[in-house]
């Protein structure tokens, strides 16, 4: 057998070596790993909704009606009447003719882009996308074409160039995970329809956060419900629960069941998640306070760290990196800010480009003021201790 030993010290003399921490107890923002109870600054349950206590009433009903599996695919007996209900109110959420929903955000996007490029066709997509969309872009076959982040000129020569493709596919996360930035998109959509190409968006980040109504990127820019654009949204981020979907037209979802391999060949999600999700979509409607709750948090804390010297690249949501460049030395902090009681991640490559290892701090509708700061005196004494400030 392949000794794994030499690699595993390689791995761990570049500082990316990755553990897995187990969580003992959670009733975020506060965890309990190994016996301690810690401030979680690290988790995308943005609005708090993971322990809601009408998430867990629909769940628990769920439960007893329909047990504790689907059984099978949805194309051979999983499709409970559960799906087409929370499709509906997805599509209806997303302003869109219809939603199909899959069983993690990396496999709606890797099923869609495989599923639309072929041999004759090209995908643009953004330097700084998730990893789930580079793979899609690797399983599909066609040409990819890699513009430099939030370059529309750099894009525009792209599709300039590319008229001897069929279909041409421009594809972006709508906030940028490490990041926290925002992609231009109605640039992306005035390049889109001049050009006649496709554009997708992944609003992982952005679904029930950005907008009046949390509908995400789009509405953000008022643009919601007025182009043919195609969403990846999550379930398992600000709604608190599991599982992924994408919106867009019915005959876009009819193709995605025929042809989407990360949709016919797994089983369908548990109905407890789907009656989760049922129960999300109406907390964020009913319940705007919690958006704005994390937009008054998101904004006081990156305000602070950036007066204290940290560099948040042009986060403009909740998404909050501090900027370390080496991988080591972002491993380190992290590891006294856990020793402090402050549960952050160290983001190195292959997450994030070479030399730009970073913590990448996650802000909650849940933190109160008192948390806050308490997380922002620890790192303000970290980052002088390090000298990053």
Same mark, same amino acid.
């Given at each position: 057998?392949?000794?794994?030993?030499?690699?595993?010290?390689?791995?761990?003399?570049?500082?990316?070596?990755?553990?897995?921490?187990?969580?003992?107890?959670?009733?975020?923002?506060?965890?309990?790993?190994?016996?301690?109870?810690?401030?979680?600054?690290?988790?995308?349950?943005?609005?708090?909704?993971?322990?809601?206590?009408?998430?867990?009433?629909?769940?628990?009903?769920?439960?007893?009606?329909?047990?504790?599996?689907?059984?099978?695919?949805?194309?051979?007996?999983?499709?409970?009447?559960?799906?087409?209900?929370?499709?509906?109110?997805?599509?209806?959420?997303?302003?869109?003719?219809?939603?199909?929903?899959?069983?993690?955000?990396?496999?709606?996007?890797?099923?869609?882009?495989?599923?639309?490029?072929?041999?004759?066709?090209?995908?643009?997509?953004?330097?700084?996308?998730?990893?789930?969309?580079?793979?899609?872009?690797?399983?599909?076959?066609?040409?990819?074409?890699?513009?430099?982040?939030?370059?529309?000129?750099?894009?525009?020569?792209?599709?300039?160039?590319?008229?001897?493709?069929?279909?041409?596919?421009?594809?972006?996360?709508?906030?940028?995970?490490?990041?926290?930035?925002?992609?231009?998109?109605?640039?992306?959509?005035?390049?889109?329809?001049?050009?006649?190409?496709? +554009?997708?968006?992944?609003?992982?980040?952005?679904?029930?956060? @950005?907008? !009046?109504? /949390?509908?995400? #990127? *789009? %509405?953000?820019?008022?643009?919601?419900?007025?182009?043919?654009?195609?969403?990846?949204?999550?379930?398992?981020?600000?709604?608190?629960?599991?599982?992924?979907?994408?919106?867009?037209?019915?005959?876009?979802?009819?193709?995605?069941?025929?042809?989407?391999?990360?949709?016919?060949?797994?089983?369908?999600?548990?109905?407890?998640?789907?009656?989760?999700?049922?129960?999300?979509?109406?907390?964020?409607?009913?319940?705007?306070?919690?958006?704005?709750? +994390?937009?008054?948090?998101?904004?006081?804390?990156?305000?602070? @760290?950036? !007066?204290? /010297?940290?560099? #948040? *690249? %042009?986060?403009?949501?909740?998404?909050?990196?501090?900027?370390?460049?080496?991988?080591?030395?972002?491993?380190?902090?992290?590891?006294?800010?856990?020793?402090?009681?402050?549960?952050?991640?160290?983001?190195?490559?292959?997450?994030?480009?070479?030399?730009?290892?970073?913590?990448?701090?996650?802000?909650?509708?849940?933190?109160?003021?008192?948390?806050?700061?308490?997380?922002?005196?620890?790192?303000?004494?970290?980052?002088?201790?390090?000298?990053?400030?």
């Amino acid at each position: 057998m392949y000794d794994f030993k030499k690699d595993l010290i390689q791995i761990k003399q570049a500082g990316l070596y990755r553990d897995l921490l187990t969580i003992h107890s959670q009733s975020a923002p506060k965890t309990v790993v190994d016996g301690r109870e810690m401030l979680m600054m690290a988790s995308n349950d943005y609005l708090g909704l993971c322990f809601h206590s009408r998430m867990k009433k629909m769940a628990q009903q769920a439960l007893k009606k329909w047990g504790t599996g689907a059984g099978s695919a949805r194309l051979i007996s999983g499709n409970m009447s559960l799906f087409s209900d929370l499709e509906k109110k997805l599509a209806s959420f997303k302003a869109t003719e219809d939603a199909l929903v899959y069983s993690t955000g990396y496999m709606a996007n890797a099923g869609i882009l495989s599923a639309l490029g072929g041999g004759e066709d090209v995908i643009y997509s953004d330097e700084l996308n998730h990893a789930s969309i580079i793979d899609g872009c690797r399983l599909s076959r066609a040409r990819v074409e890699i513009y430099r982040h939030r370059d529309m000129a750099a894009l525009e020569s792209l599709l300039k160039k590319g008229k001897k493709y069929g279909k041409r596919i421009i594809v972006t996360d709508g906030v940028f995970s490490m990041d926290g930035d925002i992609a231009p998109v109605p640039a992306l959509v005035d390049l889109t329809q001049r050009h006649e190409a496709i +554009l997708i968006v992944d609003d992982a980040h952005a679904t029930g956060v @950005l907008g !009046e109504r /949390g509908r995400g #990127t *789009l %509405e953000h820019f008022h643009l919601c419900g007025t182009t043919d654009t195609v969403i990846m949204g999550t379930m398992g981020k600000a709604m608190g629960c599991f599982g992924a979907f994408i919106a867009g037209g019915r005959d876009l979802k009819k193709f995605l069941v025929n042809c989407s391999r990360s949709f016919i060949f797994t089983t369908a999600l548990p109905p407890s998640v789907l009656a989760s999700a049922l129960e999300a979509l109406q907390i964020i409607k009913k319940e705007p306070e919690r958006r704005q709750r +994390l937009r008054d948090n998101y904004s006081f804390f990156r305000k602070a @760290l950036n !007066e204290l /010297g940290f560099n #948040t *690249l %042009e986060s403009e949501t909740q998404i909050i990196p501090i900027m370390m460049g080496s991988s080591v030395t972002a491993l380190d902090f992290a590891r006294h800010l856990f020793d402090k009681g402050l549960f952050i991640q160290a983001i190195r490559p292959p997450a994030v480009p070479e030399g730009s290892a970073r913590l990448r701090l996650t802000v909650m509708a849940t933190h109160t003021m008192e948390d806050i700061k308490q997380a922002l005196a620890i790192l303000e004494k970290a980052g002088k201790r390090f000298r990053i400030i």
